[in-house]
């Protein structure tokens, strides 16, 4: 595989995950709008903030500094937009490097980042309450925003790839 294959292939990825990101934020934000108000009002009471915010001050005083809010709230969300690009790129990687189909590809990057780390790591970590405290529309509603997500980058790469054969 040469280099230029695999940059075209970073490249495919990148703009993957941000089509993935900017589809998966559409839906999500209307989905919330049909949520119950209660359930709304239970996700407010037990959150306790924005998980990437919550993430980026933990992870800087695992290493011995301190982001003030707009510091956190910066490179959290530098992170959490890096993570939906990284969305892009296993699906490139699973499609490309593994040869698996496109439904089974984007099904795999929906769940890890749902499954692993919307549902898994991140309450694991403390950055947001536990599993059980959320109601369960509040998963529904990240689940179908993944499975956008995973939908969003797979429509985007495999018509970036047939455009790049041409």
Do not use: C
């Not at 108000?37 to 800087?60: H, M, N």
């Amino acid at each position: 595989m040469s280099i230029i294959t695999v940059l075209k292939g970073a490249v495919i990825g990148a703009l993957s995950g941000y089509a993935g990101v900017e589809a998966m934020s559409h839906v999500t934000t209307q989905v919330l709008k049909l949520t119950p108000q209660d359930d709304r009002e239970q996700e407010q009471r037990v959150s306790p903030g924005i998980a990437y915010t919550i993430a980026a001050k933990d992870l800087a005083g695992r290493f011995g500094t301190q982001f003030s809010d707009d510091q956190a709230t910066q490179v959290g969300s530098i992170f959490h937009a890096g993570l939906g690009l990284a969305a892009g790129e296993m699906y490139v990687l699973l499609r490309r490097g593994f040869g698996w189909g496109p439904v089974l590809s984007a099904l795999v990057t929906a769940s890890v980042l749902w499954g692993g780390l919307d549902e898994g790591i991140t309450p694991a970590m403390g950055w947001t309450a536990p599993y059980s405290a959320y109601p369960i529309a509040t998963h529904i509603r990240g689940a179908i925003g993944h499975l956008t997500l995973g939908a969003a980058v797979a429509l985007t790469a495999e018509i970036l790839t047939w455009l790049e054969e041409d």
